[in-house]
């Protein structure tokens, strides 16, 4: 079996997917102004962009010049407010931005009781229907880790943790690779996108009151079309239509100029069911595409423990990576 894989990773094979219902927008670019938008974020040794891509192209507008020293791992709109995490030299931070220019717009340290800044890092960002703010975090070594999704407060940066993922992602049996968070919108159940068994894209449903994730479904359809990958960040749309970034990481995946459907598949995440399409997105990438760097394993404690280590970096994204967010009001 493979060595785990922590989440940190930008692939230029990337491709994005949407889950297809009732139609309307998505997660990740459009016009500002319409009820629904998709924005992102690029990210390069040069630091990062917020951008907007465009539905119908995937066509990707730069919303804000070079944010030289930062990297911006996730983002989220809601109500016309951008949100993202990122990292500037080790420390981690929320920030709001203004979706109109890219300009950042505030910055709070984030805090964990128990954790010195930069002993850890976050991933994904999701919002559920009452306004939460999600994120995973991950903390420790290679033999002594964890796993957690939790809450961010954006104006203090504090964070609280909300469900132990540890166990899961320590299990080698599971098999699971936590990616992504999504909540719809419609339903209010927020899912854990995941990569299973190295390859195959799947989710979970989060029981965020009880503190428990689900079982895993694994999208084969996907898969089949599209090749082995995994999901890597993803959004509901406020039609409970799911938009997420797949990677089809060693599968050879060849990629167009412009969006080209390569397959549907129907998924129970809704009633009725929803179908999911995929579409290719930017320019070409050899194949296979080249395998991330390897990076450090994290594991498993309680999260209320004293630091589990001293002076361990975080981790960094190298190449181009593309963050997929919804725009959506809360209620």
Sequence with gaps: MSARRTTARFSLATVMIAALALGGAAASSSAVGEPDGLYSATSDDGGSNFVQLDKSTAAATNLSGPLAGREIRSVEVVNGVGYAVGQSEGVWSVYTWDIASGAILTSATLTAAGFEPGSFEVFALDTTTDGTLLTYFRAGSELNSQLWIVSVDPVSGVITPLVDLTNVDSDLEDRRIFEGLATNPVTGVT????????????????????GTVGAYEALTGIQSSVGPGYLREGDFDAEGVLWFVYSGEGSGVARTNGPTEVGTEATPLGEPEIESKAITIGQTVVAPAPAPAPEPQLAATGFDAAPLFGGAGVL??????????RRRATV
């Design 191 to 210: 899912y854990a996108l995941a990569d299973y068994d190295d390859g195959m894209p799947a989710y979970s449903p989060v029981d965020l009151s009880a």
């Design 316 to 325: 960094l994204a190298a190449g181009l990576g593309l963050l997929l967010v």
